[in-house]
């Protein structure tokens, strides 16, 4: 017989049996969930991971010579060595702990940045950022006197990278933008705008927060300088991300917040602090929230980053031959399924994004409506919000099915 | 605390009368001269309002409103605008205060005649994701009164 080689493929079916909030009716329908770009749900060996912590092993880390607190400790380290590797991390003290995606580029405006910038010195950013990856670069802006601009993007919502270079200078400092577009579902080129940025002398800082649920991550690979995640859009808890920088560049880097954990020796009016990453940790850390996240990598690697992918694919492939069939409908973002992920933007003639959404909402349809964090991205694409539809690993065709026929009920209602 | 998990009803929601006034509003435009000019905008989903109106007699003679927003918003600026014309601007108060309560549930104000056919936004407050939407306008024609109180000097009008 002639070996056959196995497609990689993903029972959507056996894997929302993992997730225990899907198994029920929202206003007397099944639950829908399209609001993965807002929050991801947590499987349950997530769920079950933390459970056991709190039920076992709970206690404070790093500190105590007690059994609890040697538990707790390895459990938190362990989780670090999990996010290391799911971002193919050269070692684990590059991963520092923080709250998520916003208080990374927060934490890195705020260190790096603040040390780093002189007035004139310019941050390129782009026009569909989140908010979380351009109010923290306005703030550290008005502090230092550095200047920022922006990147463009076309009308399928791509950066216009030929505009790079002309934005490019000498005072260029820093290139920030997301790996993902939380709004429109775009992939950035990131390794090769890390090339370009690198080559005019610029750091490059990645918002990875959407990147984390849907790609295969490998920081060293893209080139990067920073990059940011945040664990609740990949099935962790809220309140736990990651911040990964280089070994070198968080060395010179001062410390985030003082207090305790980041500390070498204390005298009453100066300190040493510790080595990295703890230099960045000040403060109890979110040690259930850690091994949360690590269980969802874990979790994530078990099913194989082949077949999400593969399944990510028939869903944009379907999203993108179905949704805009439907009369009145407009889809923003890429047009070729490998330029975007599974997130749907659209707009329907006539029906405001927060109406669609209520509509959607009593057939059990969970999407999200507004501006999607991404105020100038929705003024560039000339409307005032969008609907959003994202997708995660229990996505069905089916799901996007009961999405297609809300979208219809909409229209029979405004018609 | 309980959560209520029961189904509210899309039809008491969009109801035809408020689908009329969202594709056909009323009062949309501009006022000038005018007398108080606010610009109101809710952060959270980017509805936007702007809300002008004139004043003659201690009336409000005229009064107009541009903006961006769903359904509900439209709606209930439209009819905002249909009920505080020609009132003055402590009855249009009364009325907007009355409006806040409806959306907070008060079965009084449902039936208050003050309310006019603003009433038929009742079903709004069995969906609290929505109740901003619809309070918006209300919101800038207090903010309304209040500039045009002051820029005539503080005096009752």
């Given at each position: 017989?002639?070996?056959?080689?196995?497609?990689?493929?993903?029972?959507?079916?056996?894997?929302?049996?993992?997730?225990?909030?899907?198994?029920?009716?929202?206003?007397?329908?099944?639950?829908?969930?399209?609001?993965?770009?807002?929050?991801?749900?947590?499987?349950?060996?997530?769920?079950?991971?933390?459970?056991?912590?709190?039920?076992?092993?709970?206690?404070?880390?790093?500190?105590?010579?007690?059994?609890?607190?040697?538990?707790?400790?390895?459990?938190?380290?362990?989780?670090?060595?999990?996010?290391?590797?799911?971002?193919?991390?050269?070692?684990?003290?590059?991963?520092?702990?923080?709250?998520?995606?916003?208080?990374?580029?927060?934490?890195?405006?705020?260190?790096?940045?603040?040390?780093?910038?002189?007035?004139?010195?310019?941050?390129?950013?782009?026009?569909?950022?989140?908010?979380?990856?351009?109010?923290?670069?306005?703030?550290?802006?008005?502090?230092?006197?550095?200047?920022?601009?922006?990147?463009?993007?076309?009308?399928?919502?791509?950066?216009?990278?030929?505009?790079?270079?002309?934005?490019?200078?000498?005072?260029?400092?820093?290139?920030?933008?997301?790996?993902?577009?939380?709004?429109?579902?775009?992939?950035?080129?990131?390794?090769?705008?890390?090339?370009?940025?690198?080559?005019?002398?610029?750091?490059?800082?990645?918002?990875?927060?959407?990147?984390?649920?849907?790609?295969?991550?490998?920081?060293?690979?893209?080139?990067?300088?920073?990059?940011?995640?945040?664990?609740?859009?990949?099935?962790?808890?809220?309140?736990?991300?990651?911040?990964?920088?280089?070994?070198?560049?968080?060395?010179?880097?001062?410390?985030?917040?003082?207090?305790?954990?980041?500390?070498?020796?204390?005298?009453?009016?100066?300190?040493?602090?510790?080595?990295?990453?703890?230099?960045?940790?000040?403060?109890?850390?979110?040690?259930?929230?850690?091994?949360?996240?690590?269980?969802?990598?874990?979790?994530?690697?078990?099913?194989?980053?082949?077949?999400?992918?593969?399944?990510?694919?028939?869903?944009?492939?379907?999203?993108?031959?179905?949704?805009?069939?439907?009369?009145?409908?407009?889809?923003?973002?890429?047009?070729?399924?490998?330029?975007?992920?599974?997130?749907?933007?659209?707009?329907?003639?006539?029906?405001?994004?927060?109406?669609?959404?209520?509509?959607?909402?009593?057939?059990?349809?969970?999407?999200?409506?507004?501006?999607?964090?991404?105020?100038?991205?929705?003024?560039?694409?000339?409307?005032?919000?969008?609907?959003?539809?994202?997708?995660?690993?229990?996505?069905?065709?089916?799901?996007?099915?009961?999405?297609?026929?809300?979208?219809?009920?909409?229209?029979?209602?405004?018609? | 605390?309980?959560?209520?998990?029961?189904?509210?009803?899309?039809?008491?929601?969009?109801?035809?009368?408020?689908?009329?006034?969202?594709?056909?509003?009323?009062?949309?435009?501009?006022?000038?001269?005018?007398?108080?000019?606010?610009?109101?905008?809710?952060?959270?989903?980017?509805?936007?309002?702007?809300l002008?109106?004139?004043?003659?007699?201690?009336?409000?003679?005229?009064?107009?409103?541009?903006?961006?927003?769903?359904?509900?918003?439209?709606?209930s600026s439209?009819m905002m605008?249909?009920l505080v014309?020609?009132?003055?601007?402590?009855?249009g108060l009364?009325i907007a205060r009355r409006f806040t309560?409806l959306m907070?549930?008060?079965?009084?104000?449902?039936?208050?005649?003050?309310?006019?056919?603003a009433?038929?936004?009742?079903?709004?407050?069995?969906?609290?994701?929505?109740?901003?939407?619809a309070l918006l306008a209300w919101d800038a024609f207090q903010e309304?009164?209040?500039?045009?109180?002051?820029?005539?000097?503080?005096?009752?009008?």
């Amino acid at each position: 017989m002639m070996p056959t080689t196995l497609a990689p493929t993903l029972d959507v079916r056996k894997i929302r049996k993992d997730f225990p909030i899907l198994q029920q009716e929202v206003n007397g329908h099944p639950l829908v969930y399209l609001d993965n770009g807002a929050t991801a749900q947590r499987p349950k060996p997530v769920l079950d991971a933390m459970r056991s912590f709190y039920e076992r092993d709970n206690a404070n880390v790093h500190r105590g010579m007690h059994e609890l607190s040697r538990r707790a400790t390895e459990e938190f380290e362990a989780a670090r060595v999990t996010v290391a590797r799911f971002l193919n991390a050269a070692d684990p003290s590059e991963v520092v702990w923080v709250r998520g995606t916003t208080e990374a580029i927060n934490l890195v405006a705020m260190t790096w940045g603040w040390t780093s910038l002189e007035p004139g010195d310019e941050i390129l950013l782009t026009v569909m950022e989140h908010h979380s990856n351009l109010i923290p670069w306005q703030l550290l802006a008005q502090r230092t006197g550095a200047v920022l601009r922006f990147l463009d993007v076309d009308d399928e919502g791509r950066l216009r990278l030929e505009q790079m270079q002309a934005l490019l200078s000498s005072r260029t400092k820093l290139v920030a933008f997301n790996h993902v577009s939380n709004a429109l579902g775009t992939i950035n080129p990131v390794a090769q705008i890390c090339e370009v940025a690198h080559a005019a002398g610029a750091k490059v800082l990645i918002d990875g927060a959407q990147a984390g649920p849907h790609l295969d991550i490998d920081v060293q690979a893209l080139g990067v300088d920073f990059y940011a995640v945040s664990g609740h859009k990949m099935g962790a808890p809220m309140g736990i991300g990651a911040l990964w920088a280089r070994r070198e560049l968080l060395e010179e880097m001062p410390p985030y917040q003082g207090g305790g954990e980041m500390i070498d020796l204390v005298e009453l009016d100066r300190s040493t602090f510790a080595e990295v990453p703890h230099k960045f940790e000040a403060g109890t850390p979110n040690v259930g929230g850690a091994v949360g996240m690590a269980a969802a990598v874990d979790y994530l690697e078990g099913i194989g980053h082949d077949a999400i992918a593969a399944h990510e694919r028939s869903l944009i492939e379907y999203g993108l031959e179905k949704l805009p069939a439907i009369p009145g409908l407009r889809l923003f973002g890429p047009k070729r399924p490998e330029e975007r992920v599974a997130v749907f933007s659209f707009a329907l003639e006539g029906i405001h994004p927060h109406d669609i959404a209520t509509i959607l909402d009593a057939e059990g349809i969970a999407i999200r409506s507004g501006h999607h964090c991404t105020q100038p991205l929705m003024r560039r694409l000339g409307v005032p919000a969008t609907a959003r539809a994202s997708c995660w690993i229990y996505t069905s065709t089916g799901d996007l099915d009961r999405l297609a026929e809300g979208v219809a009920s909409a229209q029979r209602i405004f018609g | 605390m309980t959560i209520d998990r029961s189904t509210p009803d899309l039809g008491s929601l969009y109801q035809e009368v408020i689908l009329d006034h969202y594709k056909r509003p009323r009062n949309r435009g501009a006022v000038d001269p005018h007398d108080a000019d606010i610009h109101m905008r809710n952060p959270s989903c980017g509805d936007e309002i702007r809300l002008q109106f004139r004043l003659d007699g201690g009336r409000i003679e005229d009064i107009a409103f541009t903006g961006e927003g769903c359904s509900i918003s439209q709606a209930s600026s439209s009819m905002m605008t249909d009920l505080v014309k020609g009132k003055t601007p402590e009855e249009g108060l009364s009325i907007a205060r009355r409006f806040t309560e409806l959306m907070h549930g008060d079965a009084g104000a449902a039936k208050d005649k003050a309310l006019g056919q603003a009433r038929v936004l009742q079903g709004v407050g069995k969906f609290p994701a929505r109740v901003k939407c619809a309070l918006l306008a209300w919101d800038a024609f207090q903010e309304g009164v209040k500039q045009a109180d002051r820029e005539s000097g503080g005096t009752p009008s």
